[in-house]
């Protein structure tokens, strides 16, 4: 070696110790054999100093330092731990930046970067920096970083060494990146839907860009307060407790303190007015993505409202299905073993086992129902039933399956539930899954059907009725029918006797009307029936009732030998009476 150079702390006659750099040239003879050497020292202590304090300054503000040769091409690190790329043991590196680049050590896309970096100091520059893209020793990833040299001269202006520096400004960049994509997205996101947009500096109070796709007339314009054009959107709102939600969600302070809380988005729905008389409403969403400025560290706002109306009616037209008919509507998914329910009624609102378009394990799902809900007596059906295998060869075999179990209510009542699956893809992997509650259904059925027992059984008896009604009036109507034969056979027998035969036709006719009132009578079972039976009430006396009574039965006595008497009353009583159906009896 020709020529080295090299710092250390001397010692003085002036002084104990003090930093001198030492340079040395070989002199050879003419066999080029060593022969002295001419050494140089220089102090560099003012120098040193400087180099101290800027390092100092680096390592507080978490940036790793190091020295750079011009000499040597060596990095001699300053604080090792700090310093994430490759080194040796001694925290050098020989061969800047060759060694660098040969070792993968810089980004293959940065080479040229890297070799700038270190001509533009060899050009003279006293600071240089770049940005590009260095491998970390842990994490095997390529960083960002921000290199920068500050070049040391000596006294005669010649650079000797430099001081190096590097700060990660991975994450800063990428914060810069994904601001520019928020913006490019919103000045993107146009749809059918959206009837207003807008760019605003909450930070600032500024509106930024706005874009009005609707009739909604607003007196703020770009370069306005956020605020007023935010008031402004405010009394469009028809709902004076959304007006107040409005405001505590989207106000300038209520946005940076939302933010710096960890949220970036901000939404709400609610009904607006686009005319002065109420006529015309639509039901809009109102969302917000704020970002922060990476060079300033403003907070920025992206608004979008959204025109909802025939979204917010479907919803709401469903939750009205589900609270009339359904306990919840939910889909599985028995690859992922996922399920996730979209609309609860009341009542299952009111459980805290599983809340809305929260995703849970279906197997799970399934053991908490036969620990906690299900009736004893159920249990292996459930289980059967819920199994992913039977449900998916059920619906193989239908468009829909269903079963009925029992399970408790939060009351600790029973209930009977109809679980439904229904397949809206070939595989059959994901299904929709409802669950109605059919208690008052199957009471209802109960009801109906004791109500047919019931008018089953009086109409067997009203049959039996008519039947046994039928058997007697064809036994009592032998009984008139016999008085006619025999008293006609008498009328014959006294043909020459003109008074018996009278006697004789006044006692036919009787039993003749008699008789009719047993025919009347059958007819009228259709009025009994109907509840339209009239009675028709006569004077009856006690004697025509026993004239009645004597022609109906003398002659059938005397023809059989049987001897009949009757009492003759000492007053003849009357009474009102229907007197066909008095002689029925």
Known sequence: ???AEFTARIRTLEADYEWMRIRMNCVKNQNHVPVQAICIAEKIAEYKDLENRFTTVLSQNATSSWKYDFASHMILLNNSESYVFHQNEKGEIYNVPESQIEEGICHPDDVKILRRLYQRMENGEKVVEEKLRYKSKDAQEYRWVKCTYAVMRDTKGMPFYAIGSSVDITKQLEAKRQYKAAVEYRKRTQTENLILSGHSSVTKDLILEMTNNSKIILSQKVG??????????ETLIIDEQKKKEFYSLFSNDNMIRRFQEGFSETSMTGEISLDLEGKKRLWVNFHVDTVKVPDTGDIEGFLTVTDITEQFVQEKLLNMVVECDYDYVANVNFDADTIVMYQKNELEKQREDYDSGVYYSYQEFIRHALRTLLEPEDIELFRKHMSPEYIREALSRNETYEFV??????NGQIRIKRARFASYEETRNMVAFTRTDITEIIAEQERKQRE???????????TRAKTDFLSRMSHDLSTPMNAIIGLSALTIDDAAKPEQVCENMSKLRSASNFMLSLINDILDMAKIENGTVD?????YSYSDFLT???TMFVAQCEQKGIEITFMEPSINPVIMVDKT????L
């Open 1 to 3: 070696m020709d020529y």
């Open 224 to 233: 306005d307060a956020r605020t007023a054009f935010f008031e402004g959107l």
């Open 405 to 410: 179990c029992h399970i408790h209510d939060m």
């Open 452 to 462: 047919l027992a019931k008018a089953l059984e009086l109409a067997e008896q009203a």
């Open 535 to 539: 009675l028709h009430p006569e004077p």
């Open 548 to 550: 009645n009574m004597k």
């Open 581 to 584: 159906r008095l002689n029925r």
